[in-house]
């Protein structure tokens, strides 16, 4: 079944304690789509780039067999470019900026190819973004949206009402207590049912993931690594690789979300493994059934 | 099989946001055999109290089939106080006062009876303390210990001397982080083992315990609680659990291992519910299996 993936297409700068990168491949679409594209479904991917984004880059994305009918070049503007800086441990990030450029104006129209969507993941955008793209697409499956912090304090009343119309909102544990007010994971995941969704998965970076539902409760284990090189993206793959194995398998039954859980923590965990995408161009799928067996044997008891 | 545990027994001052407790029964010895006595199973304390003592407090552990003999009563001393307090989302606390006062001079020496035990835990003490019970013990079958900051940071040569005794060393995921100087948990775990340890448990509080030895790796996850009345303890309960467990089935294989690790999160669940040791009072073992099961049902995928 097609997926369809709203997200930004950027420009990344990015330090860490050891290296620095330039203008590499980035953005939540970017990272959302190349993980599903593991899966072996059609995946479309809607975003916008400027005239100063390489050629080599739409062409990676192509050759991982993204869908970029809906990506939009605009030939006088700038592509989004975004810069942080990770400390010590990579756990804590820096924005060091964020030059919205195109992305400031763009409100996509999607191509009528598009509409007929089973699976649509909005990554993170602006909340009116969203839902216009929610509105466009007709009958879909499942919709699943992130969110983050700036739309929370700044969108609030947008971000709500974008909430109401999606099926599972997936953000990290700082966003879910600031959208909820609660310092408990499971009131906040309760109080954001209340919004709409039938599920809230709430991400822990490496404490993992847990998914709840008003009558279940699902607790991901983090993939074990040792190697950290750069944490960015790890959210987007996450959710790239949980929509592709549930577009793959059709089903969106508490057993297939949850194995879907796993999958995307599996393709996140190659991700942070090196710069931008440049894993990933790597794995193997048989690497990620590796992994994905090594987690069902981290946590059976 | 019966079970040793070392530890401190005290008078807690507890304050939260919303309530303040004085002199309550405390100490990671006595949350440790409270928590190993549910598995029914002979539970052996050691530790020193005062003049002070309520012989109420002795005389619950005492319905808890907790042996005693190896508590010590100074008639003309006080016993040990801790003061602390809880930060808002109960995930911070400042300890405001210690008076160590008799457990300062503590040098236990075993009863005959004590010394041969199967299964030994080493609550949170002086690490001479800890290698002078190890010393004294024959043929034990599982030595496990705890420890704290304090000691990393004050005693850091004879805890490396105990460290090297023990076949399991729980500890919790900031403790591992000073002790090794490694951000990364597994690295840091790793290097816990090359100080002797078979195997390292690494409690990280709501987000769970991990478990790791040279070839395997064991993720546990938190009980999902919504009503948290007061963290003091809960590191002792599971690790009291954790011996419960082991010693009633008598066997420490990996399987064994990872379900203790369980029983003592679901142990330690119940314990944070209420101040002291009162929530485990009314607790029933049928209520420990059903969240147990509850626990096995969050990770399946």
Redesign the interface.
């Known amino acids: 079944m097609g997926i369809l993936i709203v997200g930004t297409i950027t420009l990344d700068t990015v330090q860490t304690p050891t290296e620095k990168v330039e203008d590499v491949l980035g953005g939540s679409g970017t990272y959302a789509a190349v993980a599903a594209s593991f899966f072996g479904n059609p995946v479309r991917l809607i975003g916008v780039v400027g005239a100063d984004f390489p050629s080599t880059y739409t062409d990676f994305l192509q050759t991982r067999g993204i869908d970029l009918e809906g990506v939009t070049r605009v030939q006088d503007g700038k592509s989004f470019r975004w810069g942080g800086k990770y400390t ?4 804590v990030r820096d924005t060091l900026f964020t030059e919205l450029n195109i992305v400031a104006d763009f409100n996509p129209v999607l191509p009528d190819t598009y509409k007929d969507t089973s699976y649509l993941f909005l990554a993170n955008d602006p909340p009116q973004l969203q839902l216009s793209i929610i509105e466009q697409v007709s009958n879909p499956k499942l919709v699943v949206s992130d969110t983050m912090d700036f739309w929370i304090n700044e969108q609030r009343e947008a971000l709500e009402k974008t909430i109401e119309r999606v099926d599972i909102l997936i953000l990290n544990d700082s966003e879910a207590k600031l959208l909820t007010g609660e ?5 906040a995941a309760r109080a954001i049912l209340r919004y709409g969704p039938k599920r809230v998965i709430i991400k ?1 970076g ?3 993931a ?1 998914s709840i539902t008003e009558t279940s ?6 993939y ?3 190697e ?1 090189t750069d944490p960015t993206g790890a959210g987007d793959s996450f959710a790239g690789g949980f929509m592709g194995y549930l577009a793959s398998v059709d089903d969106i039954s508490e ?1 297939s979300i ?2 879907a ?2 999958y995307g923590t599996v393709v996140a965990s190659f991700n942070i493994e090196d710069f931008s995408i440049n894993r990933q161009k790597s794995v193997q799928f048989s690497e990620i059934e590796a992994r994905y067996q ?1 987690l ?1 044997d ?4």
Chains 1, 2 share one sequence.
Do not use: C, W, Y
């Open positions: 010590d441990d990579l756990n310092s408990n994971l499971l009131h822990k490496e404490h993992g847990i409760f699902f607790s991901a284990p983090a074990p690594l040792t950290v057993g949850r194995k859980m796993m090594k069902q981290a946590v059976q008891f």
